[in-house]
Nanobody, 128 residues
Framework: QVQLVESGGGLVQLGGFLRLSCAAS????????MGWFRQPPGKERELVSA????????YYADSVKGRFTLSREPAVTTVILQMNSLKPEDTAVYSC?????????????????????WGQGAQVTVSS
């Protein structure tokens, strides 16, 4: 089992930055690819970024490319989503999720069913 806990959300103004972290406990991170999803108010959840279990490959949605950076901390116990140049449309509840390496979908997928474990979510609000 893997428990995921997000932290670092908050309220920022347009152009600001936030650093979200997802701390994992339980099974080794090496068994899972990690993804960050977000769910804006009144909209469906979408994949924002993902990282291979090894930390060597990353994926970013077009909407956040060049602004967000995803990385794994030493010992792969934590994944960090650095969010820069934030826009009001980035406002959402951000959740980290873990998908088994053996899913066969590659190191990233927008399919939420592929992720076995989810954090509770962290609210990010960007004001104009």
């Amino acid at each position: 089992q893997v428990q995921l806990v997000e932290s670092g959300g908050g309220l920022v103004q347009l152009g600001g930055f936030l650093r979200l972290s997802c701390a994992a406990s339980g099974r080794s991170f090496s068994d899972y690819n990690m993804g960050w999803f977000r769910q804006p108010p009144g909209k469906e959840r979408e994949l924002v970024s993902a990282i291979r279990w090894s930390g060597r490959s990353t994926y970013y949605a077009d909407s956040v490319k060049g602004r967000f950076t995803l990385s794994r901390e030493p010992a792969v116990t934590t994944v960090i989503l650095q969010m820069n140049s934030l826009k009001p449309e980035d406002t959402a509840v951000y959740s980290c999720a873990a998908a088994p390496r053996s899913s066969g979908t590659g190191y990233y997928t927008p399919a939420t069913y592929a992720y076995d474990f989810w954090g509770q979510g962290a609210q990010v609000t960007v004001s104009s």
